[in-house]
């Protein structure tokens, strides 16, 4: 089955500065991998998601790029601001009966100002 | 529209008691998920169903049994709880359509099995 790796388990970067969070995957027949924010207490909520006919897709400060040669995809965050600390999860889905996601471990983000 | 509602929020079970977590959604969507949340580990799929009356068995179902009577509620039962069984549980759901693939998660519900 699908199995996901996801690195760094922790980031701290200064307010201003950006983010990459990496993930890895090990079934090349995945076709969708969605990021997911979770803030303290509350619920994973999407932020972004790349299907894998797409080798980059933006959405202002979040930008995600995905390498089906290599099997990894990253999540891109520019300009950081202190509402961007959260767990971050990256999964991946072989789209089908289910569409079941595999998840990270997550990273967490610490933005300091 | 509410989404997706989880109850109970928190709940605390000696080992071996019973409960049901009850998750349900008002958006129509074919397929629902529940997940438990453990420090450093992510969120694992424990079952999931793709539609009213179908269950199926994701990465952690020991000790986990499940039903979905009606396609907007899908009940989690744990018959006899564990220490091992504490953790964060969420509910999700989503669209069966290519596409319409994100999901949508609940709240959670916070359990401590002592």
């Known amino acids: 089955g699908e199995n996901v790796e996801q690195h760094p388990s922790t980031l701290s970067v200064q307010e201003g500065d950006s983010a990459v969070i990496k993930c890895t995957y090990s079934?090349?027949?995945?076709?969708?991998f969605p990021w997911y924010k979770q803030e303290l207490g509350k619920r994973p909520q999407l932020i972004i998601d790349?299907?894998?006919?797409?080798g980059e897709k933006k959405d202002q400060r979040i930008a995600v790029t995905l390498n089906k040669t290599a099997k990894h995809f990253s999540l891109h965050i520019t300009e950081t601001q202190p509402e961007d600390s959260a767990v971050y999860f990256c999964?991946?889905?072989?789209?089908?009966?289910?569409?079941?996601?595999?998840f990270g471990a997550g990273t967490i983000l610490r933005v300091k100002s | 529209n509410a989404g997706v509602t989880q109850t109970p929020k928190f709940r605390v079970l000696k080992t071996g008691q019973s409960m049901t977590l009850l998750c349900a959604q008002d958006?129509?969507?074919?397929?629902m998920y529940w997940y438990r949340q453990d420090p450093g580990m992510g969120l694992r799929l424990i079952h999931y169903?793709?539609?009213?009356?179908?269950?199926a068995k994701g990465e952690v179902p020991d000790g986990y049994n499940v039903s979905r009577l009606k396609k907007q509620n899908f009940l989690l039962g744990l018959e006899s709880a564990a220490p091992s069984q504490t953790s964060v549980y969420f509910c999700?759901?989503?669209?069966?359509?290519?596409?319409?693939?994100?999901?949508?998660f609940g709240p959670g519900t916070r359990l401590t099995v002592l």
């Open positions: 999700a759901s989503s669209y069966s359509a290519a596409g319409h693939n994100e999901q949508f």
């Open positions: 079934d090349s027949a995945s076709n969708y």
């Open positions: 790349i299907r894998s006919n797409v």
């Open positions: 999964a991946a889905i072989l789209m089908g009966y289910g569409n079941k996601l595999v």
């Open positions: 958006m129509n969507h074919e397929y």
């Open positions: 169903s793709v539609g009213e009356g179908t269950t």
